[in-house]
């Protein structure tokens, strides 16, 4: 069956500094894979995604992703946070014949 | 462009009293159209989808329901709240084909007292 597994429930980074948030998939084929960012109360907004081609995926806000088969992952960066970066984050996966599967989401504060 | 509109936006119902969120998607024919539920501290619990008008697929059993009467409307229901349907209620719509991105509605805060 299709996973994802976001293993940080909560990161907390410096503004300015790098981040890094992690996301593994389990699926037996290449699949469609999601970053959405949500401000609380508010609905997901999609930061980017992976179809296939290049693996180092560029989305909004200044995010990337790498999609990396041999591990089953694809880690969302970004090299600078700032304040307004704080949020939940959210990566699923389409494996083409279900609903999107979402891991459980990483919360990510920013402090000065 | 396509838009999703979900209300009410906020909404405090007393335990036993029904319930009915709706949500319209504008800009787009034969959509998707999910219902998701995010309790306080947790991820995306889906809870219905829909393929088609009258096609509802439930994830979750619960004193929930959903209907699909035009082909881009999708109402979340309940006949009696419980305390534990407080939450947030995110509605959501993708096109039809493999790896189409799903957009979501800015959600609708129940709270059940």
């Known amino acids: 069956a299709q996973s994802v597994t976001q293993p940080d429930i909560h990161i907390t980074v410096s503004e300015g500094a790098s981040l890094e948030l992690r996301c593994n998939y389990s699926y037996g084929a290449t699949p469609y894979l999601f970053w959405y960012v949500q401000s609380p109360g508010q609905g997901l907004q999609l930061l980017l995604k992976?179809?296939?081609?290049?693996?180092l995926v560029q989305g909004i806000k200044g995010f990337e992703a790498e999609f990396k088969r041999s591990q089953s992952s694809f880690n969302l960066r970004k090299p600078s946070v700032h304040w307004s970066d704080a949020a939940e984050y959210f990566c699923?996966?389409?494996?083409?014949?279900?609903?999107?599967?979402f891991g459980k989401g990483t919360r990510l504060s920013v402090i000065a | 462009s396509q838009t999703i509109h979900q209300w009410p936006a906020t909404l405090v119902q007393p335990v036993g009293s029904p319930l009915s969120l709706e949500c319209t998607v504008e800009?787009?024919?034969?959509?998707?159209l999910y219902w998701y539920r995010q309790a306080a501290g947790r991820g995306l619990q889906l809870l219905f989808y829909s393929v088609g008008i009258g096609q509802i697929s439930s994830e979750v059993p619960q004193n929930l329901s959903a209907s699909r009467p035009q082909d881009r409307q999708f109402i979340l229901s309940s006949k009696k709240l419980l305390l534990s349907d407080s939450g947030f209620y995110l509605c959501?719509?993708?096109?039809?084909?493999?790896?189409?991105?799903?957009?979501f509605g800015e959600g609708s805060w129940l709270t059940v007292v």
């Open positions: 959501a719509w993708r096109g039809r084909y493999s790896g189409n991105t799903i957009y």
């Open positions: 699923a996966l389409d494996s083409g014949n279900t609903p999107l599967v």
């Open positions: 800009g787009t024919s034969n959509p998707n």
């Open positions: 992976y179809f296939s081609g290049d693996t």
